[in-house]
């Protein structure tokens, strides 16, 4: 079975600057895909980015990037020039490839964005 | 993106009655949809895997009978707790794809049982 550990439960930024949000995962499936989701505390789940494992190249969506590493199992996101808004907490979710959507969850990290 | 609703986004009901929760994709028709339970300060659990025209499939520990999940077309899926009792009470998601990979998510619905 496939898990995801994100190690830190709590990160604080300052508003402007960059942050990085750890995660790693076990599998041993070739094909499958990685997802970074925003839960502000509305608690509606966002999502921020995706990364497909057959790509090499980094997902970006504006400020946010990742920093896929395949070989290290390793999934981290960077938020640049951080804004409030920013302040939830973020999960990352692994998920097989073929036609089984089932995503499985870190444990999360609340991420401070302080003014 | 893909827009996913839930209804109703809060309920309180009576220990030992029946809730129904309703999870619609709006713009999109999804063959399978999933359901997801979180706890305070903790992640999302999978509950189930609700397929259309068929039974849902129940993750290892999920009653069942205490979870009925109806998929009868490819907007709609229910969860219905049934004899609910107040250790039910928590946070309930569904999920849906309308095509690839990329999941979304509805809004969620707060059960509280009293």
């Known amino acids: 079975a496939q898990t995801v550990t994100q190690s830190q439960p709590e990160m604080s930024v300052q508003e402007a600057e960059t942050v990085t949000l750890s995660c790693t995962y076990d599998?041993?499936?070739?094909?499958?895909?990685l997802f970074w989701y925003k839960q502000p505390p509305s608690r509606q789940m966002i999502l921020v980015i995706r990364?497909?494992?057959?790509?090499?190249q980094n997902a970006t969506e504006n400020r946010f990037s990742v920093n896929f590493q395949k070989a290290a199992k390793s999934f981290s996101l960077k938020i640049s020039d951080s804004q409030l808004g920013d302040a939830a907490m973020y999960f990352c979710?692994?998920?097989?490839?073929?036609?089984?959507?089932?995503?499985?969850f870190g444990k999360g990290t609340l991420l401070t964005v302080n003014p | 993106g893909a827009v996913v609703s839930q209804h109703p986004s809060r309920v309180i009901c009576k220990s030992g009655t029946s809730v129904k929760i309703e999870c619609r994709s709006l713009d999109f028709q999804a063959t399978t949809m999933f359901w997801y339970r979180q706890f305070p300060k903790q992640s999302l659990m999978l509950m189930a895997t609700s397929n259309e025209g068929s039974k849902a499939t129940y993750e290892q520990g999920v009653e069942k009978d205490k979870f009925l999940i109806n998929h009868a077309s490819l907007t709609l899926s229910t969860l219905t707790v049934t004899s609910a009792h107040p250790e039910d009470s928590s946070f309930y998601i569904c999920?849906?794809?309308?095509?690839?990979?990329?999941?979304?998510f509805g809004e969620g619905s707060w059960l509280t049982v009293v």
């Open positions: 990364q497909e494992a057959y790509k090499q």
């Open positions: 979710a692994y998920q097989s490839g073929g036609s089984n959507y089932k995503l499985t």
């Open positions: 599998t041993s499936e070739s094909d499958y895909y």
């Open positions: 999920s849906a794809s309308p095509a690839g990979n990329t999941i979304y």
